[in-house]
């Protein structure tokens, strides 16, 4: 390939690894990124596949600055997985009788390390995620 056939494939592929800009720039990107994937499926190319990564990359940028996500408490994890799965206090006997996990769901009492490592490991989480 010479440096001309370089510089037209560039010109075409340039434009999906600079940053997003906007909202409608992100949702065509995701568009492109989704019909990339359909094709690779199909061929397997190494070079495709780096391609998606980095436009990938560029969505992931754009989300992570557009839309940052707030650390929520354990307490706060804990509360949103039982309204998840539907789950009474009594449900949760791996951290204590119902009247310890109504305690925690009303925050007069916190997540002990005994406490985090049984939910973690109920619901399939890292620890990390009810420590904020």
């Not at 436009?55 to 992570?64: F, G, L, M, R």
């Not at 940052?68 to 354990?74: H, R, S, T, V």
């Amino acid at each position: 390939m010479n440096v001309e056939q370089i510089s037209q494939s560039w010109q075409k592929i340039a434009p999906l690894l600079i940053p997003i800009s906007s909202e409608e720039d992100c949702d065509r990107r995701e568009e492109q990124l989704k019909n990339l994937i359909n094709l690779n499926q199909k061929k397997k190319d190494p070079q495709i596949t780096h391609l998606i990564r980095s436009i990938a990359v560029t969505i992931e940028e754009y989300e992570k600055k557009e839309f940052p996500l707030e650390k929520a408490e354990g307490i706060e994890v804990l509360q949103y997985l039982m309204r998840e799965h539907g789950l009474t206090e009594s449900d949760l006997p791996e951290i204590g009788d119902q009247n310890l996990v109504l305690d925690l769901v009303n925050r007069k009492k916190e997540l002990n390390l005994k406490m985090i490592k049984a939910l973690a490991k109920r619901f399939n989480l890292t620890e990390q995620t009810f420590l904020g």
